[in-house]
């Protein structure tokens, strides 16, 4: 029989990548509690004619994150070290997978860290990409604690949902912007408009 590992490699999504529509079909995902580290809205960038803020973490000893593990041929690692433009990719040796290989995780190089702000604000086609990645795969509860442990929704948000300016932007299921919009009023502190 054909080693199926063969040829692949392991990653820590913790923002967009735990949308599965968002990620190429051939990747397999599973949940993961990953300690040592906080999620911020932290990584500017300057693309396609627009600023904007990104996702990044930060070590941290007190906090985990709900993310999700991901297997990916190895075919794939060019294309998601450019998508992840501006981020270094660091091994995580708490990370090790039950096969006791090691993973990695994208954590913003410092010329790309930086709050958002009105020059490069949180982008909110990103947001439900995230919201929905974390209500799909995991519930109401954990989309919840997505919000509740990530810093800086005190920071601008350009309403982009009938124009979205990130490029895998995804679509709402029937129901599923209400429940976003409640969400993000209620733990993140604003009503999409």
Known sequence: MEDQSAGHFWYFGYGSLVNDETRP???????????????????????????????????????????????????????????????????????????????????????????ADEDYPILQSYVDVVVLGYLNNFGEQAAIDFIRTTEGWDRPIRQDREQPIYPRAVAFRAGQRAIVDRLLEQYAGYRPG
């Open 25 to 115: 079909r051939d990747t397999v995902a599973r949940p993961y509690q990953l300690h040592g580290w906080r999620r911020r809205w932290g990584h500017r960038l300057h693309t396609l004619g627009h600023g904007h803020c990104s996702l990044t973490v930060r070590p941290c000893d007190s906090t985990s994150l709900l993310g999700v593990l991901v297997q990916s041929p190895l075919v794939h690692l060019p294309a998601l070290d450019q998508r992840e433009h501006g981020y270094d990719r660091l091994g995580l040796h708490c990370a090790s997978t039950t096969l006791g290989e090691e993973a990695f995780i994208y954590r913003s190089q410092q010329d790309f860290y930086g709050w």
